[in-house]
């Protein structure tokens, strides 16, 4: 782990901590950073997982600071490891909370869809898919994520709209399972990975797999291809 991303073990509960200091910012070192908490939960075979944020932000997305800075291929690298990475928390074996302590704007909104559960803090925060306002087209990776997480009925509000949500106004929609005071969100969180815990581990991880596989095979095969700007069946 690293100073921005923290991992602890407790009552067959492990914690994956998101604090920078400042908006959880995702880049190469925090992928590598959080798929070895994730490597690390399934090593201790945790009973259910819980990803939380530092208190006014889970997390902005992209350090959209870094990018522009970086090589094609370093961009390529990051944004093919970035959808990997949600991806294979989409799809991780072991279930997952979200205790989401703020914001969570484009890829952090995505890693707070990719959980299981979501439990959100209250207060004047921000939950938002804001790709499309922002010029940008979502990969087929993230839109599997998104429909997965969000109700039907709000698909083209919250995906191709980019509506802002409130945590109020998100729970409201189904999107997100509960929203709690601050002082309370991790504590709440918690209590709702420990009923997952009473699932059966294999039965659980076997039933997700098969529950998602056909659309995570389908993104998967166009994650390279989308990552280098390409639309499906255009020649490189």
């Not at 914690?15 to 994730?38: E, H, R, T, Y």
């Not at 990051?78 to 979200?98: D, H, N």
């Not at 109020?168 to 002082?183: F, H, S, T, Y």
């Amino acid at each position: 782990m690293t100073d921005a991303i923290t991992y602890d073990l407790k009552d067959n509960i492990a914690q994956i901590g998101l604090d920078d200091g400042k908006v959880n910012a995702m880049s190469l070192p925090w992928f590598a950073a959080l798929n070895g908490a994730l490597d690390q939960a399934q090593k201790d075979a945790a009973g259910a997982v819980v990803i939380a944020g530092r208190e006014g932000f889970y997390s902005a997305g992209l350090n959209l600071k870094v990018l522009p800075t970086l090589s094609p291929e370093e961009l390529r690298t990051t944004l093919t490891r970035f959808g990997r990475t949600m991806l294979r928390v989409f799809t991780f074996p072991i279930p997952t909370v979200a205790a989401v302590t703020g914001h969570a704007v484009a890829g952090g909104d995505v890693l707070m869809l990719a959980c299981d559960l979501r439990h959100v803090a209250d207060g004047p925060f921000r939950l938002q898919l804001n790709e499309v306002a922002i010029g940008l087209s979502l990969p087929t990776w993230a839109l599997v994520i998104a429909q997965a997480g969000i109700t039907p009925r709000w698909h083209t509000e919250a995906i191709l709209h980019a509506r802002s949500y409130s945590p109020r106004e998100a729970l409201e929609r189904g999107i997100v399972d509960a929203v709690a005071p601050a002082a309370h969100l991790l504590a709440q969180a918690r209590e709702a990975a420990t009923a997952l815990t009473a699932l059966d581990a294999i039965a659980y991880a076997t039933s997700k797999s098969r529950l998602r596989a056909v659309v995570v095979n389908w993104a998967d095969g166009l994650l390279e291809t989308e990552t280098l700007g390409r639309t499906p069946g255009e020649k490189p």
